[in-house]
């Protein structure tokens, strides 16, 4: 399974977009990239999956680049409450386990 | 609400005592997890399901045995635990691309954990 490596941990403000990037350079061919979302004592949530180029949703947008190594996750006009540990995980599907690393510890300040 | 609960919530234990932690989905799921979270530590799988079939134990101490009656329930066992065993404790299921073929790891869906204390 190929290993993540994101920032420990950022700060940022109400209303501004902030952008977390995740380094995965030994991404396999058939590995997508997935972000999950941890607020304090309760279970991660699913925020979105790509596997090239971008995709976006409710939530929030993932950025690949052509070569795949490494990956960012945007998160428009954020709130207090986006104030969370923020997951990168590469995979395939054909693997029945994934491996969460350490993540990135955002904090949203008013 | 993710679809998958955990009782108990919190739970209290002496190192001499026997408890279990219990999960349920109600997603219609093929794969459950357990994973411990203790304080200021990475995620850390324990145990993989598949199709009630146990496929990992991620080198856990016997004192954690898991048990996997039906493709909705999902129990650990805990006895003899140590202090440093006090950590969260999650539940996650999902569903198991049948396909064969590539696609993005299957969304993995949390309970709330339960958050244990061995004294």
């Known amino acids: 399974l190929a290993k993540t490596t994101q920032p420990i941990s950022m700060d940022s403000y109400e209303g501004q977009e902030v952008n977390i990037t995740c380094s995965h350079n030994?991404?396999?061919?058939?590995?997508?990239i997935t972000w999950y979302q941890q607020f304090p004592s309760q279970g991660p949530r699913f925020i979105i999956q790509?596997?090239?180029t971008k995709v976006t949703n409710e939530v929030a947008s993932l950025f690949i680049p052509a070569d795949r190594k490494s990956s960012t996750l945007s998160l428009p006009r954020v709130s207090l409450s986006d104030t969370a540990v923020y997951y990168c995980?590469?995979?395939?599907?054909?693997?029945?386990?994934?491996?969460f690393g350490k993540g990135t510890r955002l904090h949203i300040l008013p | 609400e993710t679809g998958v609960t955990q009782t108990p919530r919190h739970l209290v234990m002496g190192m001499t005592n026997k408890k279990s932690l219990k999960c349920e989905q109600h997603?219609?799921?093929?794969?459950m997890y357990w994973y411990k979270q203790s304080a200021k530590k990475p995620l850390e799988l324990m145990f993989v399901?598949?199709?009630?079939?146990?496929?990992e134990n991620n080198s856990v101490p016997s004192r954690f045995s898991p048990e996997c009656p039906n493709s909705s329930h999902l129990f650990l066992h805990l006895h003899t635990l140590q202090p440093e065993d006090s950590a969260l404790y999650l539940c996650?299921?999902?569903?198991?691309?049948?396909?064969?073929?590539?696609?993005?790891?299957?969304?993995?869906?949390f309970g709330p954990g339960t958050r244990l204390t061995v004294l």
């Open positions: 790509g596997y090239k």
């Open positions: 996650a299921s999902s569903q198991l691309g049948t396909s064969g073929g590539p696609g993005g790891t299957d969304t993995q869906y």
């Open positions: 997603l219609g799921h093929n794969a």
């Open positions: 399901y598949n199709f009630k079939e146990q496929t």
């Open positions: 030994n991404i396999a061919t058939n590995d997508y």
């Open positions: 995980l590469v995979g395939d599907r054909r693997n029945d386990k994934i491996i």
